[in-house]
């Protein structure tokens, strides 16, 4: 039976069309969910896409966080539902207390967009396990409030418990704290992330590579072996 990979709208997401191809690319099926919709469709895993939900207002994924689909979401993540946020959805994933910490505006204050080094920390999560530990990747950037913050007690606690699942490399594009780039929480199902794999599946999008596409076929290697 082929996985079902749900892929949430909401209004001002962009990626969401990119992140179905990237699905379909790696052997999954994607089902379309409208920020509207509290039933899943029976989905094996989810993804909240990149954009500027609701345009940012108020603070990027803060009004997000409380439409319809996210309580359905919220409560089949922390019963195992596996559960990625790009960008836009790394916000909503924070606003929506299922990733710690928060999300500020970059550190220099202007949109930035460029390919990103990063190097992969935890390859145990739902969503990283056909990476290699130590690994260097290059995925595509593009944030306006992708400045990652915590207080030093979850910092200690994220490093401690080898929950930075991605960090910056060569550069730290917006100033996020420990360099960090994306984070899992402590049972791995639901992992966040400010740069975009969906852009990198395909050798002629995006950076050229495809560093991105192991997101996608970690989850459904999980989900054939579950």
Request: with cysteine.
């Amino acid at each position: 039976m082929t996985a079902r990979i749900g892929v949430v709208t909401f209004p001002g997401s962009l990626d969401d069309r990119d992140t179905q191809r990237a699905i379909r690319v790696a052997g999954a099926e994607p089902v379309a969910l409208w920020h509207k919709d509290k039933d899943l469709k029976q989905v094996d895993a989810v993804v909240l896409c990149g954009g500027f939900s609701y345009g940012d207002y108020l603070r990027a994924g803060a009004i997000a966080r409380f439409s319809p689909v996210m309580d359905t979401v919220i409560d089949q993540a922390k019963a195992g539902l596996p559960v990625l946020g790009i960008c836009n959805g790394f916000q909503i994933l924070t606003e929506a207390h299922l990733l710690p910490g928060g999300m500020l505006g970059n550190d220099h204050l202007h949109f930035i967009c460029r390919d990103q080094k990063l190097r992969v920390e935890n390859v145990d999560t739902a969503w990283t396990t056909d990476y290699e530990a130590g690994q260097e990747i290059h995925i595509p950037l593009k944030n306006m409030d992708g400045r990652y913050v915590a207080d030093r007690y979850t910092l200690d606690k994220l490093e401690a418990e080898g929950r930075v699942a991605f960090r910056y490399l060569d550069v730290n594009p917006n100033g996020s704290l420990n360099d960090i780039a994306g984070i899992t929480n402590e049972a791995g199902n639901v992992v966040g992330l400010m740069p975009h794999p969906e852009h990198a599946v395909e050798s002629l999008i995006g950076t050229g590579r495809t560093d991105g596409l192991p997101f996608f076929t970690s989850i459904l290697k999980k989900l054939v072996n579950a």
